[in-house]
C-alpha cells in the first residue's frame, strides 16, 4: 500500500509532533525533512561548500550532534533557499514518500513541490508568539542559554526567509486542510489530523 501524508508549517508549529503521531497511528514511516536541511547547514557551519554537501549528504550527517540548536536552524534556512540543494535532496524525498507501507513527510514544500499528488495535505501551523513560546521551553529544557525576544526573533527570520524565497517558498497548496494549534492541546492537534488521514481512506 503507497499512501502520503504531506505536512508543511512553519517552525514549531507542531509539525513533527503531529508527523509522528500519525505514522505510530497508522504504522507509516516518518521523515522529518527539516534534519536534511539542518544536517546541511551544519555541514556549512563546519566549512562545507552548500551544493556539495547536500549531494553528498550520509546517514551519519543526520545524527551529527547539535542539529537542534537555533545556530544550525538559521543555517538550515540559509541553505534552503539555493535551489540545487533543494534539488538534491528531492529523490531521496520522493522515494520515501512512495514506499510500501505509507509514510508522513513534514517539512515546509512537502504537499506543494515534493508531493502534490499526496493522498492528504495539512498545513499546520500556530501564531508566531505561541511557535517562539514552545520552541524557547524545548530549548531551555535542553540546556540552551536564550530567551523569548531571541527565539521570537529566530522564528520570524525564518518565516520571512522560508515564505519568501523563490524556490519552493512556504505556503498551504490549495488541497490542504489547515490546522492551526495556537490553542490545541498536543492531543487535540493529532486528533484533528489522524482525523483527516483517516477521512481520507487510510486504515490503522
Ligand atoms: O516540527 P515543528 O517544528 O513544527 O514542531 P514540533 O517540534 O513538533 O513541536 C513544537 C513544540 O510544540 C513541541 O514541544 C510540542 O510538544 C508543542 N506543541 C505542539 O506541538 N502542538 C500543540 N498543539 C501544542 C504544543
Ligand atoms: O523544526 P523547525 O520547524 O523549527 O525547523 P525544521 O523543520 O527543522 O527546518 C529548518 C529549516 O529548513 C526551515 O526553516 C526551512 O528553511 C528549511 N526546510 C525547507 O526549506 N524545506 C523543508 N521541506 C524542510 C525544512
Not at 514518500?97 to 502534490?116: F, K, S
Not at 524545548?138 to 540552551?144: A, I, K, N, R, T
Amino acid at each position: 500500500m503507497i499512501f502520503t501524508v504531506a505536512i508543511d508549517g512553519p517552525a514549531a508549529a507542531g509539525k513533527g509532533t503531529i508527523g509522528r503521531a500519525v505514522a505510530a497511528h497508522f504504522g507509516f514511516a516518518h521523515l522529518d525533512t527539516g534534519l536534511l536541511y539542518r544536517a546541511v547547514g551544519a555541514l556549512v557551519l563546519k566549512g562545507a561548500e552548500p551544493v556539495a554537501a547536500a549531494r553528498d549528504l550520509t546517514p551519519d550527517a543526520l545524527e551529527q550532534p547539535g542539529l537542534r540548536s537555533p545556530e544550525v536552524a538559521q543555517a538550515a534556512s540559509e541553505v534552503a533557499v539555493i535551489p540545487e540543494v533543494r534539488a538534491a535532496l528531492l529523490d531521496f524525498q520522493r522515494g520515501f514518500a512512495r514506499r510500501e507501507g505509507g509514510a508522513v513527510l513534514d517539512g515546509r514544500d512537502i504537499g506543494t513541490v515534493i508531493c502534490p499528488a499526496a493522498e492528504v495535505k495539512l498545513f499546520v501551523t500556530a501564531s508566531a508568539e505561541a511557535r517562539a513560546g514552545r520552541r524557547l521551553a524545548e530549548l531551555l529544557e535542553s540546556g540552551h542559554a536564550t530567551d523569548m525576544a531571541a527565539v521570537l526573533a529566530d522564528v520570524r527570520a525564518r518565516d520571512a526567509r522560508d515564505e519568501s524565497r523563490a524556490a519552493a517558498p512556504l505556503r498551504p497548496a490549495e488541497d490542504a486542510h489547515v490546522i492551526d494549534t495556537s490553542d490545541l492541546t498536543v492531543e487535540a492537534a493529532i486528533a484533528a489530523a489522524v482525523a483527516r488521514v483517516a477521512a481520507a481512506g487510510a486504515r490503522s
